[in-house]
């Protein structure tokens, strides 16, 4: 079975740090892009970032531009986001969603995602 | 940045109803690269339709999506009891940011 699962949400002060993860199972992790998305309480969904297969690139939304930073361990299926700064703003669940094909050139729809991890940003 | 708006933002509807949600782009999206989810309370996105039209796995064919350059539009022909949720649309494809509607909320009229 498919399976995506997160962890690393915590609460944390303002300008803090937190590292999230997500485990991935059922699929050959390094044949596909992964991104992280969030969902403040009660409002949408906003794609935060992305990174290709082999890792060699990662792309970001402007609102967590220089602050955030995706990483993956293929060896280890799992991935990774690097929050820094932290602001009250970014006080949301985080999901990791896996593209729905295999690396192609192009940053396909999320068709397995994770339950999501909650990152409280309070001082 | 290319910006979605969905409407409209509620639609209540009764079971069995037809529902048509609209998703308007600010601007055209390549290659269709247009997907809608759907989302339960407490519960993850479902990926149901990917590039506009195609159903994603074990999606039940009562959902179909239609369109092409900046309007695109899912349809439930007729709905399920558990069909009412709220639904996202998203462009993706080559340019980031990839960005979501603000969702469309189907509750029972």
């Known amino acids: 079975e498919v399976q995506l699962l997160e962890s690393g949400g915590d609460l944390v002060q303002p300008g803090g740090s937190l590292r999230l993860s997500c485990a991935a199972s059922?699929?050959?992790?390094?044949?596909?892009?992964m991104s992280w998305v969030r969902q403040a309480p009660g409002k949408g969904l906003e794609w935060v970032s992305g990174?290709?297969?082999?890792?060699?690139?990662?792309i970001y939304a402007e609102s967590v531009k220089g602050r955030f930073t995706s990483s993956r361990d293929n060896s280890k299926n799992t991935l990774h986001l690097q929050m820094n700064s932290l602001r009250v703003e970014d006080t949301a669940i985080y999901y990791c969603?896996?593209?729905?094909?295999?690396?192609?050139?192009?940053?396909?729809?999320?068709?397995?995602w994770g339950q999501g991890t909650l990152v409280t940003v309070a001082s | 940045e290319i910006v979605l708006t969905q409407s409209p933002g509620t639609l209540s509807l009764s079971p069995g109803e037809r529902a048509t949600l609209s998703c308007r782009a600010s601007q055209s999206v390549s290659n269709n690269y247009l997907a809608w989810y759907q989302q339960k309370p407490g519960q993850a996105p479902r990926l149901l339709i990917y590039?506009?039209?195609s159903r994603a796995t074990d999606i039940p064919d009562r959902f179909s999506g239609s369109g092409s350059g900046t309007d695109f539009t899912l349809t439930i022909s007729r709905l399920e009891p558990e069909d009412f949720a709220v639904y996202y649309c998203q462009q993706y494809g080559r340019s980031p940011p990839f960005t979501f509607g603000p969702g469309t909320k189907v509750d029972i009229k």
């Open positions: 969603a896996k593209d729905s094909l295999p690396q192609n050139g192009v940053w396909d729809a999320f068709d397995i």
């Open positions: 990174i290709h297969g082999g890792g060699q690139s990662s």
């Open positions: 059922g699929f050959t992790f390094s044949n596909y892009a």
């Open positions: 590039g506009a039209s």
